[in-house]
């Protein structure tokens, strides 16, 4: 159906001693990408952004597991990634976010225009309440806003 597109900066912090983007760094600019494309907040743009965050919020979501699968290194880059994101799987309280890590759109091979992801990953959710700390179901609302944005998973290898 439809994804999200988050641009998401590679930060010196990313970078591992060989100059390319360290392997554990993945992880935050998944949520970073995450955070940009579900949560509410001042510079919300992206219409997935549905869920309230901070201390206020009657809802939470922790991760249930995380899968990453690297195709090739990233280097420092000075434009931002490009972070697709969609939803796989919704459960009644819990939902699959899958995602490409995209060259910068102005970078890729300039004769192919080659924009191979650098890695495909996975992340389970599970939104919970707040108080409590149980499970909840993913609100209608927010279900049916979701529902615009899943596509097919990506294809791991092996």
Known sequence: MSRVSV???VRWSDLDAYGHVNNAAFLTLLEEARISAFWVGP???HPTAVLQSGPEALQHTVIAAQRIEYRREIPHLREPLEVSLWI???GGASLEVHYEVLPPRAVGDADTGDRAPYAIAATTLVLVDAA???PTRIPPAVREVWQRY???PVAFRG
Do not use: S
Request: no cysteine; hydrophobic share 40%; net charge negative.
């Open 150 to 152: 899943t596509d097919e």
């Open 132 to 134: 409590t700390g149980a």
């Open 7 to 9: 641009d998401v900066p």
């Open 88 to 90: 796989a799987r919704m």
């Open 43 to 45: 510079d919300a743009v």
